[in-house]
Every structure is written in C-alpha cells, then in structure tokens.
C-alpha cells in the first residue's frame, strides 16, 4: 500500500499563506474567499503603557461577607455616635436651665433680711403680694411648706410617666422627715411670739415702766433666724427633688408642672380676693328655713 503524497497539502498551505518581504514590514493574508487584511505591524510594536491597580480580593465568599459586614458596622457605628452626641449637648442644655432654675430659687430663699419693724415682721410671715387665700392655704412662713412640694411631687408621680416606683418608696420618709424638721421650727417661733406676747403693754412686765417696742426688737434677730431655717429647709427640699429623687427628664417635668402649679394658686386665690358683695351664709332656720344674709 503507497502513502499518500503530501505534496498537494504543502502547496495548499503556500498557496494561502505567504509573506511579501520587499513590502516594508507588511505581512499579507489570503484566503480562499480572496479577503485581504494588512496588519501594521509598525502599530502594534508601539509601547503601551500599564497602571498597576491592586485590589483586594477576599479569598472566600466568607471573607467577602464578613468584611461587608463590618463596613456597614462602622457606618452604623458613626451614625450613632452622631446621635450621642446630640442627645448629650441637648442633655447638657437640660442640665443646664435645671442649675438655672435653681439657682433662681437660691436667690429667692435667700433674701430674707433682719426686720427692724413690726411691719418687717409681718412682710416676713405675710407677704403683700400674696392673698390672703394662698396664705391661708398654702403658704407657711411665707412661702410653701416644704412638705407640701414634697406631697406635690407624690401627687405628679401618680398622674403622669414619672418613675413612680421609686418615687413611691423613698417619697413617705423624707415627707416624714421634713415634717420633724418643720414642728421643730415651728416651735421656735411659737416660743418667740409668746415671748412677744409677753413683752406687750398689758403683758405681765409692762409694770416694770419698760419700752415694748424695746423688749420686742432683742426678739427679731431670732425671728430672722428662724425664717432663715424655714427658707433653708425649703431650698433643700427642691434640691433633693431634682438632685435626688428624679432623674434629669423628670426633673426638668417636675419644675415645670411646679411654676405651673404655683401660678394656677395664685391666679385663684387672686380671683377669690377680688371678689366683691355680700356674703351669703346658709343656714339651718329652726322654723321657716330661709337663707340669712350678712
């Protein structure tokens, strides 16, 4: 058996392809189809000009997860420190009006000053713009009874979203202990006012050919002390309130329902005052039942 010749393959393949030197570098195909295409090889030897980027390529879709994930972290991260922030500085802001309004009560507690009159005296106990019905509900040697801001506070805990449950159980016994406070005081000035009472024209050493008003003026030192003790131990019950008791929210909730509070008093008792006209008093007649007026 004779082997094929390979000679018709070898003509084929120089028949298709061959290269023309004397065309300056130019290589040209052809085919079957007679398509010529010239390749510049002049183009192509240009140098071309690579940027090396790296990149990081996680090795694993793991990986590729996890670091995902703490990119979103960090940005969470940043966005709430963003609102720590604010709410901190709004929280200092808050702090500072509840020092403010402190302070104010401070300076109000504090401007008691030595009567040297009976009217003196009698602007401590009774203030004229005061009326006569918050006096007499209210207002303990001029002004509220610290106990009574206390109970106050007691009342607020129960009608609104303060944190009653430990309101409620520290509350009982600083009223209690506040209560003390204020017989004791009220003792002292009880023993001045006698001693006052005694000193009068018709008292037991008016025969004696001494001034009153003399005898009278050794007692108001003592009378400025004791206002002083009462406006103390008012002054220290709102501090323990707001500095104690409540937190900063509830401190800030509970100095304004107490300006409020106050404010409703006084326009009341102001209305009661200036109500003008007889009095009606109705009472039990023993036959005709009627109503007598005065």
Request: charged letters at 30%; a positive charge; hydrophobic letters at 40%.
């Amino acid at each position: 058996m004779k082997r094929a010749s390979s000679l018709p393959i070898l003509k084929t393949v120089e028949g298709t392809h061959h290269v023309d030197v004397n065309n300056k570098g130019k290589e040209i195909l052809e085919d079957d189809s007679n398509d010529d295409e010239i390749i510049d090889s002049e183009k192509i030897s240009e140098p071309v000009r690579c940027k090396t980027i790296q990149k990081w390529e996680p090795t694993s879709r793991g990986e590729e997860f996890s670091w995902g994930k703490q990119g979103i972290w960090k940005r969470e991260q940043i966005n709430r420190a963003a609102r720590l922030e604010k709410q901190l500085k709004a929280r200092w802001a808050v702090d500072g009006l509840i020092e403010e309004e402190l302070n104010r009560f401070r300076a109000q507690y504090n401007t008691a000053m030595v009567p040297t009159k009976l009217k003196d005296v009698a602007q401590l106990i009774m203030p004229k713009w005061t009326p006569s019905p918050e006096l007499a509900t209210l207002t303990w040697l001029g002004d509220w009874r610290p106990s009574t801001i206390l109970g106050l506070l007691c009342h607020l805990a129960h009608s609104s979203a303060l944190e009653s449950v430990p309101i409620e159980v520290a509350l009982p016994q600083l009223i209690n202990e506040f209560r003390i406070e204020e017989a004791v005081i009220d003792e002292e000035m009880a023993e001045i006012q006698a001693n006052c009472i005694f000193h009068l024209p018709f008292g037991p050493k008016a025969q004696k050919g001494e001034s009153a008003m003399a005898c009278i003026q050794s007692e108001f030192k003592k009378i400025h002390r004791v206002i002083t003790k009462a406006q103390n131990l008012r002054l220290k019950a709102m501090e323990m309130v707001v500095k104690k008791v409540l937190s900063r929210t509830d401190a800030a909730e509970f100095l304004i329902a107490f300006a409020g509070i106050q404010d409703l008093v006084h326009q009341w008792a102001t209305q009661q005052k200036m109500r003008k006209g007889p009095v009606c008093i109705r009472t039990k007649a023993l036959k005709s039942g009627s109503s007598l007026k005065q």
